[in-house]
C-alpha cells in the first residue's frame, strides 16, 4: 500500500491478503499520522524560535545593575539611575518624552 500524498508505502508478506490488507492499512495510517505530526512540531517550534530569538545576549531588553543603582532599556537607548522607582513598576522613567 502506498499513501499517494505522502509517498509513504507499507509491505506486509503473509498468508491472508485480507489480514495483510488490514495490517497494512493500520501501519500505513500511523506512517502517515506521525509524518504530518512531526510536520507541525517542526513548524512549530520554528514559530516558537522566532518570537523568542536566539537567547543570546544581544536579544535582552533590559540590564538592571543594582551595585550602580542603575537601570539601561536597550530598546529604547535610555539609562536612569532610579532602579529603586522601576523596580517598583513606575516605567514610564525610562519612556523619552
Do not use: P
Not at 545593575?65 to 513606575?90: A, P, Y
Amino acid at each position: 500500500m502506498t499513501h499517494k500524498a505522502t509517498n509513504i508505502s507499507v509491505f506486509i508478506n503473509g498468508r491472508s491478503q485480507h489480514a495483510n490488507k488490514r495490517e497494512a492499512l493500520k501501519i500505513l495510517s500511523a506512517k502517515v499520522n506521525e509524518f504530518y505530526k512531526s510536520a507541525d512540531d517542526k513548524k512549530n517550534r520554528k514559530e516558537i524560535k522566532k518570537q523568542l530569538g536566539g537567547g543570546g545576549r544581544s536579544d535582552k531588553i533590559r540590564t538592571y545593575n543594582f551595585i550602580k543603582s542603575r537601570v539601561v532599556d536597550h530598546r529604547l537607548g535610555v539609562k536612569t539611575g532610579r532602579i529603586k522607582d522601576i523596580m517598583r513598576g513606575k516605567f514610564g522613567l525610562l519612556f523619552k518624552g
